[in-house]
T-cell receptor
Framework: SQQGEEDPQALSIQEGENATMNCSYK?????LQWYRQNSGRGLVHLIL?????REKHSGRLRVTLDTSKKSSSLLITASRAADTASYFC??????????FGDGTTLTVKP | EAGVVQSPRYKIIEKKQPVAFWCNPI?????LYWYLQNLGQGPELLIR????????DSQLPKDRFSAERLKGVDSTLKIQPAELGDSAVYLC???????????FGPGTRLTVL
């Protein structure tokens, strides 16, 4: 079974809207990472947030981490059609061992 | 800087046949991962190397799967014999060290008939 679980499984929005996806996990972590995967491609790293951090920004991405609730959220602002992809969270509970969830499939309609 | 290279990109074999996948990580990355990804699911770790040492192979089905990372650079993942349920995408990733971001290759899509 996966450590991280993303919610929702699928999300469809219009271009320009914001997209929020969530990740819940079960055990204590060192860090949590978000990755994007376009259809038929490998995963691309988006952002890493450490257990002692609460929020991180990168361009149009904002990630929050609540260790008390064992959850994280990824917000994509002003979405574009090119943001259409699957998004995965990966939790690192021991150095170097990341466990991935099953992802959120985001569709951004032009 | 070249990314993680995997070959072949696609492989179709009959069940009970052997198959091998090759991965060349980013230069200088000590940590190398092999993942299996089924359709609609996230990657599942098969094995993780720190240099040439396999430090986590608890999820590798050792009766049919084997891997090696000679000289701590390139790696090969082998399945012998392949079963229908092995059809999936096999992803290789590398990292400068444990706990850091991973860089993924494009994957090898295996179809077992």
């Amino acid at each position: 079974s996966q450590q991280g679980e993303e919610d929702p499984q699928a999300l469809s929005i219009q271009e320009g809207e914001n997209a929020t996806m969530n990740c819940s996990y079960k055990t204590s972590i060192n860090n949590l990472q978000w990755y994007r995967q376009n259809s038929g491609r490998g995963l691309v790293h988006l952002i890493l947030i450490r257990s002692n951090e609460r929020e991180k920004h990168s361009g149009r991405l904002r990630v929050t981490l609540d260790t008390s609730k064992k959850s994280s959220s990824l917000l994509i602002t002003a979405s574009r059609a090119a943001d259409t992809a699957s998004y995965f969270c990966a939790t690192d509970a021991s150095a170097g061992k990341s466990t991935f969830g099953d992802g959120t499939t985001l569709t951004v309609k032009p | 800087e070249a990314g993680v290279v995997q070959s072949p990109r696609y492989k179709i074999i009959e069940k009970k046949q052997p198959v091998a996948f090759w991965c060349n990580p980013i230069s200088g990355h000590n940590t190398l991962y092999w993942y299996l990804q089924n359709l609609g699911q996230g990657p599942e770790l098969l094995i993780r190397y720190e240099n040439e040492e396999a430090v986590d192979d608890s999820q590798l089905p050792k009766d049919r799967f084997s891997a090696e990372r000679l000289k701590g650079v390139d790696s090969t993942l082998k399945i012998q014999p392949a079963e229908l349920g092995d059809s999936a995408v096999y992803l290789c990733a590398s990292s400068p060290g444990g706990g850091n971001e991973q860089f993924f290759g494009p994957g090898t899509r295996l179809t077992v008939l």
